[in-house]
T-cell receptor, first 112, second 112 residues
Framework: RKEVEQDPGPFNVPEGATVAFNCTYS??????FFWYRQDCRKEPKLLMS???SGNEDGRFTAQLNRASQYISLLIRDSKLSDSATYLC?????????????FGGGTRVLVKP | DADVTQTPRNRITKTGKRIMLECSQT?????MYWYRQDPGLGLQLIYY???????NKGEISDGYSVSRQAQAKFSLSLESAIPNQTALYFC???????????FGPGTRLTVL
C-alpha cells in the first residue's frame, strides 16, 4: 500500500462549482499535513497546511481526520485558474526531519 | 530573482554518460533535497542534506550521488545515466524550524 494515496482524477468541474477530494495516509504517526499545487510541468507550491481543527484560506478548506487517516481539500466557487494538480503531502516523524511523502496528485480541470 | 534555481532546465543525454544537475538557493535554508517525478506519480526523494556535512539517502538513491558544496549549493550526479532515469528532477529547500519546502523550477532530463 502506498504511504499517501490520492484519486488521480481528473475531476472535471464547471466554473463556479464546488469540488472536494480526499487523500489517505498509512502512517498513523504522521505529524504534519499539507496540500501543494502543481501546474503542468512546473514546481509544486504550498497551497496550505492542514491543521487538526480544519482550516480555511479564501475559497479553499482543508480538513484532517486522524481517526480515519485522511485529509481533504474543498474548493468553492471554482475558477478557471484553479485547474492544476493538487498534491497531498505528509510529514512523518519529527525526529526523522522534514522528509515529506507525496501523493501522486489529483488533477482538477475547471471548465467554463 | 528566483530563490531556488536549477541548472540545466532541460538536458538530453545518452546512456552511460555522467550528468550533473545543480541547485542553488538564496533563502538561507539549511536543508536541501533532491526529488524525481515521473508522469502520474508523486515526487520521490533521492537524497537530502540537513547541513553542509550531512548527506542522507532517500527512497531511490541507487544510481545517484550528491554533493553539498556549500549551504547554498546541492548537486545531483548520475554517474552512468540509464533510460529509466528519464524524469523531471526537483531540488527543494526548507528551514530547520519549519516543514514547508520550497522547490526549484525543475530539470527535465531525457536519457536516450
Amino acid at each position: 500500500r502506498k504511504e499517501v494515496e490520492q484519486d488521480p482524477g481528473p475531476f472535471n468541474v464547471p466554473e463556479g462549482a464546488t469540488v472536494a477530494f480526499n487523500c489517505t495516509y498509512s502512517n498513523s504517526a504522521s505529524q504534519s499535513f499539507f496540500w501543494y499545487r502543481q501546474d503542468c510541468r512546473k514546481e509544486p507550491k504550498l497551497l496550505m497546511s492542514v491543521y487538526s481543527s480544519g482550516n480555511e484560506d479564501g475559497r479553499f478548506t482543508a480538513q484532517l481526520n486522524r481517526a480515519s487517516q485522511y485529509i481533504s481539500l474543498l474548493i468553492r466557487d471554482s475558477k478557471l485558474s484553479d485547474s492544476a494538480t493538487y498534491l497531498c503531502v505528509v510529514n512523518g516523524v519529527k525526529a526523522a526531519g522534514n522528509k515529506l511523502t507525496f501523493g501522486g496528485g489529483t488533477r482538477v480541470l475547471v471548465k467554463p | 530573482d528566483a530563490d531556488v534555481t536549477q541548472t540545466p532546465r532541460n538536458r538530453i543525454t545518452k546512456t552511460g554518460k555522467r550528468i550533473m544537475l545543480e541547485c542553488s538557493q538564496t533563502k538561507g535554508h539549511d536543508r536541501m533535497y533532491w526529488y524525481r517525478q515521473d508522469p502520474g506519480l508523486g515526487l520521490q526523494l533521492i537524497y537530502y542534506s540537513f547541513d553542509v556535512k550531512d548527506i542522507n539517502k532517500g527512497e531511490i538513491s541507487d544510481g545517484y550521488s550528491v554533493s553539498r558544496q556549500a549551504q547554498a549549493k546541492f548537486s545531483l550526479s548520475l554517474e552512468s545515466a540509464i533510460p529509466n532515469q528519464t524524469a523531471l528532477y526537483f531540488c527543494a529547500t526548507s528551514d530547520r524550524l519549519a516543514d514547508t519546502q520550497y522547490f526549484g523550477p525543475g530539470t527535465r532530463l531525457t536519457v536516450l
